[in-house]
């Protein structure tokens, strides 16, 4: 996980090959990469500085030293980013369903 201390990000991710679509951008204050320090998993985008920028990792190695030297704080942050990420999905579920509206839209307009 990265913590913007200055500056700025963009996530992007490669759509269909060929074209970029950017998922989201963050400024000071601001954190991304959350999921791989949850899951364990690789990235799965792109990020890029917007402008020069000093970002702070966060590592899972550094997350298990925090769980093991102090546990209260370890549980402050799983829920604090347990709350983020939960706002993010709802974003993202939204913004799902308003392409699929959009799509059926779309498709319903050549039927008529």
């Not at 974003?91 to 799902?96: D, H, P, S, Y």
Request: aromatic share 12%; charged share 20%.
């Amino acid at each position: 996980m990265y913590i913007i201390v200055y500056g700025g990000v963009k996530i992007n991710k490669l759509i269909d090959g060929f074209n970029k679509k950017t998922l989201a951008t963050f400024a000071h204050g601001q954190f991304f990469g959350e999921m791989s320090l949850v899951d364990g998993y690789p990235r799965s985008a792109t990020a890029l500085t917007t402008r020069e920028s000093l970002l702070y990792k966060f590592s899972t190695e550094n997350y298990k030293k925090v769980i093991s030297v102090e546990p209260y704080t370890a549980l402050s942050i799983a829920l604090s980013l347990a709350g983020w990420i939960s706002m993010r999905l709802r974003t993202a579920n939204l913004e799902i369903a308003t392409l699929e509206n959009w799509r059926i839209l779309h498709e319903q307009k050549g039927k008529w």
